[in-house]
C-alpha cells in the first residue's frame, strides 16, 4: 500500500486530549496552536522513507525534529507524540 503523505498532512487532526499528551510527552507547555504547528512543521519535514504503516496506524518519523508521531490511519486523528530515543 501506498502512503500518501499530502493526504495525512491535509487531514490530520486533533482531540482535546491529545494537546495534552503531546505536552506530557515532550515535555514542554505548548498552546494548542503551538502544537499544531510543530506536528504539521513535521509532517512536511519529514521524507515518505520515514512514514510507516503498521496495523491501523501511521508512525512518522524525524530524526532532525527528534520526534515520532503517531496517526490513525483511518481518521487520521493525532495519538501520540513521542521523543525518538538515540541509541
Not at 499544531?36 to 512514514?51: H, P
Not at 490513525?72 to 507524540?81: E, L, P, Y
Request: hydrophobic share 35%.
Amino acid at each position: 500500500m501506498k502512503i500518501d503523505k499530502y493526504e495525512i498532512i491535509k487531514n490530520h487532526c486533533y482531540t482535546d486530549l491529545v494537546y495534552q499528551r503531546i505536552n506530557k510527552k515532550l515535555g514542554v507547555a505548548f498552546s494548542r496552536y503551538k502544537s499544531q504547528v510543530l506536528i504539521k512543521k513535521v509532517l512536511e519535514d519529514t521524507a515518505i522513507d520515514n512514514y510507516k504503516k503498521l496495523g491501523k496506524n501511521f508512525y512518522i518519523s524525524n530524526i532532525k525534529h527528534n520526534i515520532k508521531i503517531t496517526i490513525n490511519s483511518n481518521t487520521f486523528r493525532v495519538i501520540t507524540v513521542d521523543r525518538i530515543i538515540k541509541e
